[in-house]
């Protein structure tokens, strides 16, 4: 990204729809309450926005790749889940 200035979505944005989208379905089968199209388009858009958005910030700030700070973004955050489950000490 910064040598040719192209910017490449990393593999951990780009798959994160679907895998996200199936973890709707799951919770929408344990529930057995189902939504319509628009409501999990609605749903996934929020949380694809604010994950491009942390991981576009992160990469800003540090002026490192979309790749490496998603993985920085994605390690935080399963850091902070440990931290509320009493995993890890806070």
């Known amino acids: 990204m ?7 979505i990393p593999d951990i944005l780009a798959n994160a729809g ?12 344990n529930i057995n309450f189902y939504w319509d199209a628009k409501e999990v388009d609605d749903r996934l858009r929020v949380i694809m ?8 910030a992160l990469s800003t700030l540090h002026q490192i790749d979309l790749r ?3 993985y920085v973004v994605s390690l935080q955050r ?8 009493h995993i890890v000490a806070k």
């Open 2 to 8: 910064f040598e040719k200035n192209i910017v490449i």
């Open 18 to 29: 679907g895998v996200t989208v199936s973890y709707f379905e799951q919770v929408q089968n």
């Open 49 to 56: 926005q604010s994950a491009t958005r942390d991981v576009i």
């Open 68 to 70: 490496t700070a998603g």
């Open 78 to 85: 399963i850091l902070e889940a440990m931290k509320q489950r």
